[in-house]
């Protein structure tokens, strides 16, 4: 089984513009894996698992989880999913440490009504998070050694990366295309050597004198991203489907590209403004550029072609629709799908290749209905068409049952009333035709 983590969309609510500043205030340190692992220092213990006594990295081949959050109570379905994989180590020789950074008087409440498994700890001052590099929020694993192992994003990843740090099978170093194959018949897992940094705008600004012209070029670098300020706009080391699915705001497998375009080549796309531009208007001109370079013309049309319909049995048995985040006091959702392992997944997991929903082992995602296809869009053969008419936000829970038989439908079905079937439908499709 290969883990798949699709769209992690993520917002907090901290007030203000961070820039080199971050989330913990000035970052003093950036330890890197491998390194010994900083103290943790905090004001208090907010929750403590049963029968335990504080003693961070001390017992025999442990190893220790951490997530920093400094905003915990705007994000309940994070807690959901921790709590979740928690629960799934009970017993075994791991500790898991949730950090937060919120006034007391605020999450020491809410933790009466939203308990979270393991520790909690209060680190008001963002000392912990300044000795471990994190300008923005993200989790750790250090070694029973003392160790930082590595740093990484999201919390469902946990379920596989402490199987694999036990095992040995995690490195620092990213493969290349070239390497990928080998990386994948390994078996290794990847971790980033440090936290993620918080950049400058001006950093990735591109070198070309300020105008209204559109750069596009083959990409020589190995350097990838989506780099932005008021007055430039960088897309690194994108493929035409990512530049597709950026600019026009579609999946990809909805679009549909000359033959000649329809490769996995990377390319550059940059714009460096005399003047201060919305991203808007940023984009407009880079979807120009793009057409004009590549010699197309693109057109939204209605196409009849083949889907997967989403449909809800009468006795659909999905979790209560959550409330909407309140604008602007942040929240979190996370999809992730596991797949089988055929040979195709290597190609699948280097985004090369879209694989049939019988390839499909499990899932965990929160949202609508209609985000919950979208997401599955971007791992598909064709589009997923949302026939349920539900409404509001949802859990979307199978876990992959690991077994030699794959019952993926079988089990969306009885467990949630979810069916997922091949069908023919008319969707809007984005063409883009020689000229």
């Not at 549909?256 to 390319?267: F, G, R, V």
Request: proline fraction near 8%; include cysteine; glycine fraction near 8%.
């Amino acid at each position: 089984m290969v883990a798949r983590t699709l769209l992690p969309l993520f917002a907090l609510a901290v007030p203000g513009t961070f820039g080199q500043i971050s989330l913990y205030g000035p970052v003093t340190a950036h330890p890197h894996a491998g390194d010994p692992a900083p103290d943790l220092t905090f004001t208090k213990i907010l929750s403590r698992p049963a029968n335990d006594s504080w003693s961070p990295y001390n017992r025999d081949g442990q190893l220790t989880v951490l997530v920093f959050f400094p905003d915990t109570t705007h994000n309940p379905q994070m807690v959901d999913l921790w709590n979740a994989v928690v629960d799934k180590f009970a017993g075994k020789p791991v500790e898991f440490v949730w950090i937060t950074g919120e006034c007391e008087c605020t999450v020491g409440l809410w933790l009466r009504h939203h308990p979270i498994t393991g520790w909690v700890l209060l680190d008001r001052e963002g000392k912990t998070g300044d000795a471990y590099g994190m300008e923005m929020p993200a989790n750790v694993i250090v070694g029973a050694d003392r160790k930082i192992v590595g740093y990484f994003m999201g919390i469902p990843e946990i379920e596989d990366l402490v199987p694999a740090v036990q095992d040995g099978r995690v490195t620092t170093t990213r493969p290349s295309r070239a390497t990928l194959k080998t990386f994948l018949e390994s078996k290794q897992v990847l971790m980033e050597a440090e936290a993620p940094r918080m950049p400058s705008a001006e950093e990735h600004k591109p070198p070309f004198p300020p105008s209204y012209t559109v750069h596009i070029s083959p990409s020589k670098g190995e350097e990838s991203g989506n780099f932005g300020g008021v007055d430039f706009w960088s897309l690194q080391g994108y493929t035409l489907k990512d530049a597709i699915e950026l600019l026009y705001e579609i999946n990809p497998i909805r679009a549909q590209l000359p033959a000649s375009l329809d490769n996995d080549k990377q390319y550059d796309f940059s714009v460096v403004l005399p003047e201060q531009e919305g991203l808007e208007q940023m984009k407009d001109r880079i979807r120009a550029g793009f057409e004009d370079y590549f010699h197309v013309t693109a057109s939204r049309e209605d196409r009849v072609v083949d889907v997967y319909v989403l449909s809800l049995e009468a006795n659909g048995k999905l979790p209560p629709a959550k409330p909407p985040v309140e604008e602007g006091m942040g929240g979190f959702r996370s999809f992730g799908v596991s797949f089988e392992e055929p040979g195709s997944m290597n190609e699948a997991i280097a985004g090369m290749m879209p694989q049939p929903i019988g390839a499909i082992r499990g899932i965990s995602a929160d949202g609508t209905a209609d985000e919950f296809c979208h997401t599955l869009e971007l791992a598909l053969d064709r589009p997923v068409v949302n026939e349920t008419d539900l409404k509001g936000e949802f859990q979307f829970r199978i876990e992959d049952s690991k077994g030699a038989e794959n019952d993926f439908l079988e089990r969306l079905r009885d467990q949630l009333g979810l069916v997922i079937t091949p069908a023919q439908r008319s969707v809007e499709t984005l063409v883009l035709e020689a000229r």
